[in-house]
C-alpha cells in the first residue's frame, strides 16, 4: 500500500516566524508532490507544486524535495495567523492516482 | 469563474435509503474523481473518470457507484448508504495529462451523515 505520512500536529509557530511542514512517501516510484492548504471546514487549495529534487520558491512558500530520502516539505516564511489551516501533502506515481496524507494543522499564534 | 459545485452540501439521511451527489464543473476538464475525508485518513479517492463513459474504481469503491454520461457532470450514487459512509465528500476536476494536477480544482465538499 502506497503511503504519504505527515504529523498531524499540530504544529505552532508564532507570527512571524518560519513554518516547517514535512512530508515522507513510500513510494519510489512517485514523481510529482503537491502541497494542499485546507482552511476548517473548506476545501483543499493547491498550493505548491514540485517534481525535481532541490527548492521551489513562491513567495512566502518554499517546497523542498529529496527523492533519495523520500522527503518533501513545506517552508512558510513570516508565517500569519491567516497561514493557521491544514496542510496535506500530496503524491502521483501515476496518470491517475494522486495519494493524500492525513495533514498537519498550522496554528500561527500573534 | 472556474468552479466545481456539488450538491447537496449538506445531508442526513437513514441507513438503505439511495441518495445521489451531484458533481458539476465549467472548465471543461476530461478528468473527474470523487474522494471522501474522515478524520486521520485523509483524502481517499473513491473513483474517477477519464472522460465521458470512462470511468474506473479509486481506492475505496465499496458501497459506491458514477456515471458519466456528459463531460461536465460527474454524479456519485450511494444505492444503499450504511452509517460507515458517513464523511466528508469532495469532487474534483482537472485536465488530463501528466501536468493535470497542477490545476486540479475540488469542489466545496458535501457533507453527509448516514443514520
Known amino acids: 500500500q502506497k503511503e504519504v505520512e505527515q504529523n498531524s500536529g499540530p504544529l505552532s509557530v508564532p507570527e512571524g516566524a518560519i513554518a516547517s511542514l514535512n512530508c515522507t512517501y513510500s513510494?519510489?516510484?512517485?514523481?510529482?508532490f503537491f502541497w494542499y492548504r485546507q482552511y476548517s471546514g473548506k476545501s483543499p487549495e493547491l498550493i505548491m507544486f514540485?517534481?525535481?529534487?532541490g527548492d521551489k520558491e513562491d513567495g512566502r512558500f518554499t517546497a523542498q524535495l529529496n527523492k533519495a530520502s523520500q522527503y518533501v516539505s513545506l517552508l512558510i516564511r513570516d508565517s500569519q495567523p491567516s497561514d493557521s489551516a491544514t496542510y496535506l501533502c500530496?503524491?502521483?506515481?501515476?496518470?491517475?492516482?494522486?495519494?493524500f496524507g492525513a495533514g498537519t494543522r498550522l496554528a500561527v499564534h500573534p | 469563474e472556474a468552479q466545481v459545485t456539488q450538491n447537496p452540501r449538506y445531508l442526513i439521511t437513514v441507513t438503505g435509503k439511495k441518495l445521489t451527489v451531484t458533481c458539476s464543473q465549467n472548465?471543461?476538464?476530461?478528468?473527474m474523481s470523487w474522494y471522501r475525508q474522515d478524520p486521520g485518513l485523509g483524502l481517499r479517492q473513491i473513483y474517477y473518470?477519464?472522460?465521458?463513459?470512462?470511468?474506473d474504481k479509486g481506492d475505496v469503491p465499496e458501497g459506491y457507484k458514477v456515471s458519466r454520461k456528459e463531460k461536465r457532470n460527474f454524479p456519485l450514487i450511494l444505492e444503499s448508504p450504511s452509517p460507515n459512509q458517513t464523511s466528508l465528500y469532495f469532487c474534483?476536476?482537472?485536465?488530463?495529462?501528466?501536468?493535470?494536477?497542477?490545476?486540479?480544482?475540488f469542489g466545496p465538499g458535501t457533507r453527509l451523515t448516514v443514520l
Open positions: 474534483a476536476s482537472r485536465p488530463s495529462g501528466t501536468s493535470g494536477y497542477n490545476e486540479q480544482f
Open positions: 513510494d519510489r516510484g512517485s514523481q510529482s
Open positions: 514540485i517534481y525535481s529534487n
Open positions: 500530496a503524491v502521483s506515481g501515476g496518470y491517475n492516482k494522486l495519494i
Open positions: 472548465m471543461n476538464h476530461e478528468y
Open positions: 473518470s477519464m472522460n465521458v463513459e470512462v470511468t
